[in-house]
Protein backbone atom coordinates (compact mmCIF):
# COMPACT_ATOMS: atom_id res chain seq x y z
CA UNK A 1 0.00 0.00 0.00
CA UNK A 2 1.33 3.21 -1.26
CA UNK A 3 2.09 5.54 1.67
CA UNK A 4 3.80 9.15 2.39
CA UNK A 5 3.87 10.13 6.17
CA UNK A 6 4.97 13.65 7.00
CA UNK A 7 7.21 14.58 10.07
CA UNK A 8 9.12 17.37 11.91
CA UNK A 9 6.71 19.80 12.30
CA UNK A 10 6.41 21.96 15.26
CA UNK A 11 6.19 24.75 17.20
CA UNK A 12 9.10 27.53 16.59
CA UNK A 13 9.73 31.13 17.30
CA UNK A 14 9.27 33.98 14.27
CA UNK A 15 13.30 33.57 12.77
CA UNK A 16 13.85 29.73 13.85
CA UNK A 17 14.16 26.92 12.11
CA UNK A 18 12.39 23.54 10.78
CA UNK A 19 13.18 20.41 9.20
CA UNK A 20 10.50 18.61 7.34
CA UNK A 21 10.93 14.93 6.22
CA UNK A 22 8.52 13.07 3.98
CA UNK A 23 9.23 9.15 4.29
CA UNK A 24 7.54 7.44 1.24
CA UNK A 25 6.83 3.40 1.29
CA UNK A 26 4.54 0.53 -0.45
CA UNK A 27 6.14 2.34 -4.12
CA UNK A 28 9.35 3.53 -6.02
CA UNK A 29 10.10 7.06 -5.00
CA UNK A 30 12.34 7.67 -7.57
CA UNK A 31 9.81 7.84 -10.46
CA UNK A 32 7.73 10.53 -9.38
CA UNK A 33 7.95 14.20 -8.91
CA UNK A 34 7.84 15.69 -5.43
CA UNK A 35 6.25 18.39 -3.32
CA UNK A 36 5.39 20.27 -0.02
CA UNK A 37 1.82 21.79 0.06
CA UNK A 38 0.73 23.94 2.98
CA UNK A 39 -2.88 24.81 4.09
CA UNK A 40 -3.43 27.33 6.30
CA UNK A 41 -6.96 27.41 8.61
CA UNK A 42 -9.76 29.16 5.55
CA UNK A 43 -7.38 29.39 3.07
CA UNK A 44 -6.50 26.83 -0.39
CA UNK A 45 -4.04 24.54 -0.12
CA UNK A 46 -0.34 25.91 -1.80
CA UNK A 47 1.96 24.30 -3.28
CA UNK A 48 4.90 25.57 -1.33
CA UNK A 49 8.39 23.37 -3.39
CA UNK A 50 8.11 20.78 -6.17
CA UNK A 51 11.01 19.00 -6.74
CA UNK A 52 11.87 16.73 -9.58
CA UNK A 53 12.00 13.14 -9.50
CA UNK A 54 15.57 13.34 -9.83
CA UNK A 55 15.91 15.83 -8.04
CA UNK A 56 17.95 18.27 -10.74
CA UNK A 57 14.91 20.91 -11.29
CA UNK A 58 13.24 22.19 -8.26
CA UNK A 59 10.44 25.01 -7.98
CA UNK A 60 9.67 27.34 -4.99
CA UNK A 61 6.35 30.07 -4.73
CA UNK A 62 7.58 33.49 -4.06
CA UNK A 63 6.90 33.76 -0.57
CA UNK A 64 9.43 31.39 0.40
CA UNK A 65 12.51 31.51 -2.08
CA UNK A 66 15.50 32.22 -0.18
CA UNK A 67 14.57 30.47 3.10
CA UNK A 68 13.43 26.96 2.21
CA UNK A 69 15.13 24.21 0.98
CA UNK A 70 14.02 21.73 -0.68
CA UNK A 71 15.72 17.66 -1.50
CA UNK A 72 15.27 14.16 -1.75
CA UNK A 73 17.11 11.37 -1.23
CA UNK A 74 15.74 8.26 -3.34
CA UNK A 75 17.80 5.90 -1.54
CA UNK A 76 15.88 6.41 1.88
CA UNK A 77 12.44 6.97 0.30
CA UNK A 78 12.49 10.43 1.74
CA UNK A 79 12.10 14.04 0.82
CA UNK A 80 13.08 17.07 3.16
CA UNK A 81 11.93 20.55 3.28
CA UNK A 82 14.41 22.64 5.30
CA UNK A 83 13.06 25.52 6.42
CA UNK A 84 14.75 28.73 8.03
CA UNK A 85 14.02 32.34 8.70
CA UNK A 86 10.35 31.58 9.44
CA UNK A 87 7.61 33.83 9.87
CA UNK A 88 4.15 33.17 11.44
CA UNK A 89 2.61 33.87 7.69
CA UNK A 90 4.36 29.75 7.29
CA UNK A 91 1.79 28.74 10.11
CA UNK A 92 0.13 25.76 8.25
CA UNK A 93 -0.41 22.49 7.90
CA UNK A 94 2.50 21.20 5.31
CA UNK A 95 1.79 18.62 3.20
CA UNK A 96 3.85 16.13 0.79
CA UNK A 97 2.63 14.63 -2.38
CA UNK A 98 3.60 12.89 -5.26
CA UNK A 99 3.05 13.55 -9.32
CA UNK A 100 4.22 12.90 -12.38
CA UNK A 101 3.82 16.12 -14.12
CA UNK A 102 7.11 18.75 -13.95
CA UNK A 103 7.89 20.89 -10.93
CA UNK A 104 6.30 23.72 -11.74
CA UNK A 105 2.88 22.39 -13.12
CA UNK A 106 2.49 19.90 -9.97
CA UNK A 107 3.15 23.42 -7.39
CA UNK A 108 0.61 24.94 -9.28
CA UNK A 109 -2.14 22.21 -9.26
CA UNK A 110 -1.70 20.04 -6.56
CA UNK A 111 -2.72 16.48 -7.14
CA UNK A 112 -6.14 15.10 -6.90
CA UNK A 113 -5.83 11.77 -6.02
CA UNK A 114 -6.17 11.17 -2.36
CA UNK A 115 -3.18 8.30 -2.22
CA UNK A 116 -0.86 11.16 -3.60
CA UNK A 117 -0.78 12.79 -0.50
CA UNK A 118 0.88 11.85 3.27
CA UNK A 119 -1.33 12.78 6.68
CA UNK A 120 0.04 16.40 6.77
CA UNK A 121 2.29 17.91 9.78
CA UNK A 122 1.65 20.83 11.97
CA UNK A 123 4.14 24.04 11.56
CA UNK A 124 3.10 27.24 14.21
CA UNK A 125 5.30 30.00 13.83
CA UNK A 126 4.82 32.07 17.00
CA UNK A 127 6.56 33.82 19.84
Known amino acids: QAQLVESGGGLVQPGGSLTLSCKSSGFTLDYYATGWFRQAPGKEREGVSC????????YYTDSVKGRFSISRDNAKSTMYLQMNNLKPEDTAVYFC????????????????????WGQGTQVTVAS
Open 97 to 116: AIDTVDVRTMCAYPPTIPDS
Open 51 to 58: ISSDGQSS
